[in-house]
C-alpha cells in the first residue's frame, strides 16, 4: 500500500513538474498586472523606503488599490 | 467571524475574455464532496484531529488579522491548507466506487480546462495585453522626451499605467508627489510626468503633444477628423494586429 502510494505521489510530482516547467520560456508571454504592481512597489521600497504611495514598510502595499498581501513585495528586496 | 464567510471556497478570479468562465477560485468546485466527507468524518470519528486542524485555522487567521480592513483576498490565502487537510481526509474515506466517480469527474473538470488553455486560449487575453503594454513601455520611454504630453488612450485597455510605470522604471519619489487623490479600490491611475491616460477632455491638438491611440480611433475620434499627422510608431500585438498608433500633429500643412 506504501509502495502505491509513493508511485502515485511521484505521478503527481511529474506531472506537476511536466506542466510547471514545459515551454516555460514562451509561457506566460508577459508579466501579469499583479507581477508589475509588484515589481514597481519594490523598485520604490529600495529608491525610498516608501511604498508606491510614500506609506513608509507598509504592512499591506495599496499598490493600484487592490491591497496586495507585504510577503512578495518584501522578499524581492532579498 | 466574518472571516470564515463560505464565499471563499467559490471566490472566483479574472473573467475569462474569450469563453466567458471565470476561474475556478482557490479550489476546484468538485473538491467540495469530499470536503464535505472529511469535515463529517472529523466531526464524528477523528475528534483528536482537531487540535492540528486548530493550529491550521490559527496559523491562516494570523495574516489576515494584520490585514483585516484590507479587501484582498489573498489575506485569506493560508485558509487554503485547513481546507486542503479536510480535503485530503475526506478523500481518504471516501467508498471506491465514489472515489472512482470523483476521479472521473476530476479528469472531466482538468480536461476542461486543458482543452481551453491548450486550443481555446493559446495566450491568456490578459497575457496579451500585458505583453502589447511592455512593448508600449519602450516606445513611449523613446518619445517622451521629445513632447511636452503624451496623450496615451484606455481604448485597448483600460490600465496601462501599472505596466509603464514598472517598465519605464519611473522614479518613485516623483510619482509620490503627484498621487494626492484618496484611494478607492482599484484605483486607475491617469497621469504620472508628462504622460496623461485617457482623460479625453483634456486632449487639445498641438504639434508639441505626441497622440497614441488605437487605429479605430484615427478613424472615429473627431479630434483628429482631416488632420495632417505623421505616425511616429506602431505597436502590434502577439498576431501581428496594429493597436497602437503614435501621432503627431503636423498644424503647418493643415493652414490654408
Known amino acids: ?17 511536466f506542466f510547471r516547467f514545459y515551454k516555460l520560456a514562451e509561457y506566460p508571454v508577459s ?16 529608491k ?16 493600484v488599490g487592490d491591497y496586495k498581501s507585504p510577503l512578495l513585495i518584501y522578499q524581492k528586496l532579498e | 467571524m466574518r472571516y470564515f464567510n463560505p464565499r471563499l471556497y467559490f471566490s472566483s478570479g479574472d473573467g475569462n475574455f474569450l469563453n ?17 466527507r472529511g469535515l463529517k468524518n472529523l466531526f464524528i470519528n477523528k ?50 466506487k465514489i472515489l472512482i466517480g470523483f476521479v472521473l469527474l476530476l479528469i472531466i473538470n482538468v480536461s476542461v480546462v486543458l482543452y481551453d488553455a491548450v486550443n481555446k486560449e493559446p495566450y491568456r487575453d490578459l497575457e496579451q495585453r500585458m505583453y502589447s503594454y511592455r512593448d508600449l513601455a519602450r516606445e513611449v520611454t523613446l518619445h517622451k522626451d ?5 496623450f496615451i488612450t484606455n481604448s485597448y485597455g483600460s490600465d496601462p499605467s501599472p505596466s509603464l510605470l514598472f517598465y519605464m522604471n519611473i522614479n518613485p519619489a516623483s510619482y509620490h508627489r503627484n498621487e494626492t487623490k484618496p484611494l ?32 479605430d480611433e484615427l478613424e472615429s ?20 494586429k496594429e493597436i497602437y498608433l503614435f501621432i503627431e500633429y503636423l498644424p503647418k500643412t493643415n493652414v490654408k
Open chain 2, 221 to 240: 475620434n473627431p479630434l483628429f477628423y482631416g488632420i495632417d499627422y505623421k505616425i511616429k510608431s506602431r505597436i502590434v500585438d502577439l498576431s501581428g
Open chain 2, 146 to 150: 521629445s513632447y511636452n504630453k503624451v
Open chain 1, 48 to 63: 525610498t523606503g516608501n511604498d508606491e504611495y510614500g506609506i513608509p514598510h507598509p504592512l499591506a502595499f495599496k499598490s
Open chain 2, 47 to 96: 475528534r483528536e484531529l482537531f487540535n492540528y486542524l486548530a493550529f491550521l485555522i490559527v496559523f491562516a487567521i494570523i495574516p489576515a488579522v494584520f490585514t483585516y480592513p484590507f479587501p484582498a483576498l489573498s489575506k485569506s490565502i493560508f485558509i487554503i491548507f485547513p481546507i486542503v487537510f479536510v480535503i485530503a481526509y475526506g478523500m481518504d474515506k471516501l467508498n471506491r
Open chain 1, 1 to 17: 500500500m506504501l509502495n502505491k502510494n509513493k508511485i502515485i505521489l511521484g505521478l503527481i510530482l511529474i506531472i506537476g513538474i
Open chain 2, 20 to 36: 466567458g468562465l471565470t476561474n475556478f477560485g482557490p479550489l476546484l468546485l468538485i473538491f467540495i464532496l469530499p470536503f464535505f
Open chain 1, 31 to 46: 508579466l501579469s498586472i499583479d507581477e508589475v504592481a509588484i515589481g514597481y512597489n519594490t523598485y520604490s521600497l529600495l
Open chain 2, 184 to 215: 478607492v479600490y482599484r484605483n486607475y491611475i491617469n497621469q504620472f510626468d508628462n504622460i496623461i491616460i485617457d482623460q479625453k477632455e483634456k486632449w487639445i491638438l498641438d504639434r508639441n503633444y505626441l497622440y497614441i491611440i488605437t487605429p
